[in-house]
């Protein structure tokens, strides 16, 4: 399984962004994907995930209630849509794959830079 990422840049605080993750590959053993983000200095962070069939949601603390995660299962697509933004969600955010039978994936990493 392969991941690209795009969507990534920079946006003034309150601003919003899309990031996209299309998977291509062996798409049909797809489980779930979902974001991480890590800003410099920082560990690995969740941010969401979904499920690729029944398409339930789980969100990160720091993002609740500000981010979705949706899924174009015909397009083998993830993305995330990011409002609200804060100069601390700047970070380069990763697209993670998870696969019934050949193990976790990873993407490049888009960055995303918030001014305030």
């Known amino acids: 399984v392969q991941l690209v990422e795009s969507g990534g840049g920079l946006v003034q605080a309150g601003g919003s962004l899309r990031l996209s993750c299309a998977a291509s590959g062996v798409t049909s053993t797809l489980a779930q994907m979902g974001w991480f983000r890590q800003a410099p200095g920082n560990e690995r962070e969740f941010v969401a995930q979904?499920?690729?069939?029944?398409?339930?949601?789980d969100f990160g603390d720091s993002v609740k209630d500000r981010f979705t995660i949706s899924r174009d299962n015909t397009e083998n697509t993830v993305y995330l849509q990011m409002n609200s933004l804060k100069s601390e969600d700047t970070a380069a955010y990763y697209c993670?794959?998870?696969?019934?039978?050949?193990?976790?994936?990873w993407g490049q990493g888009t960055q995303v830079t918030v001014s305030s």
């Open positions: 993670t794959a998870r696969t019934r039978y050949l193990g976790d994936y």
């Open positions: 979904i499920t690729w069939s029944g398409g339930s949601t």
